[in-house]
């Protein structure tokens, strides 16, 4: 996902460009708004978290992109391109680094693993909005 942050801040052309540049390829992507209950189920695996409520309010509060992305290794090779959840702690050119201003408003999202890409890409698509 691009978050709400960069959305705004009008970021979805550097982002997805740079994200394109780097050897994913876009199977799946729309503007979108999640509601309060789409965000909490989304991040419910934190939703013990002191800042659930204030991560589920972010990530409700304006569009989004959702976009299911290709490649080998995605998982490892996105989360290097993205670069550390709190984007002072990012390394130079990450997308974090350039475009993330907080840890709570750090401009992109990641799958952890495989089997949550594969949840959470059915959670924002139908099969028909995904192509080959
Ligand atoms: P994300 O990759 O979307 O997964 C969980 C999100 O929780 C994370 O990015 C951060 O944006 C958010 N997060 C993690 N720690 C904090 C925190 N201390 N305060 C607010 N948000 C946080």
Do not use: C
């Not at 290709?70 to 002072?88: C, Q």
Request: hydrophobic letters at 40%.
């Amino acid at each position: 996902m691009i978050k709400p942050d960069a959305v705004k801040a009008g970021h979805i052309g550097a982002i997805l460009n740079q994200i394109t540049e780097n050897g994913f390829r876009i199977k799946a992507m729309k503007l979108t708004q999640l509601t309060l209950a789409d965000a909490k189920k989304f991040y419910e695996i934190h939703q013990e978290r002191p800042f659930y409520g204030e991560l589920t309010e972010f990530m409700s509060s304006g569009p989004i992109v959702a976009a299911i992305l290709e490649k080998d290794n995605a998982v490892e090779d996105f989360r290097k391109l993205i670069g550390s959840t709190n984007p002072a702690e990012a390394e130079e050119g990450t997308i974090r680094k350039k475009f993330a201003t907080s840890v709570g408003e750090n401009a992109v999202h990641g799958s952890d693993s495989d089997e949550n890409a594969k949840i959470e890409a059915d959670f924002h698509f139908a099969g028909r909005e995904v192509f080959g």
